[in-house]
């Protein structure tokens, strides 16, 4: 599995949102959480 967790506090900012929760995550946070379903052999 893999996790990839960002945010787009840049462009809240620039919109004047500068809020966020208690633990200072913005409140556009884009998580996306990937599993790998195959291996593919190569001829290396």
């Not at 919109?15 to 409140?27: H, K, L, M, T, V």
């Amino acid at each position: 599995m893999i996790t990839l967790s960002t945010c787009a506090t840049p462009e809240d900012h620039a919109a004047g949102n500068y809020w966020s929760d208690r633990f200072g995550n913005p409140e556009h946070r884009i998580d996306k959480v990937g599993v790998l379903v195959a291996k593919l052999r190569t001829g290396h």
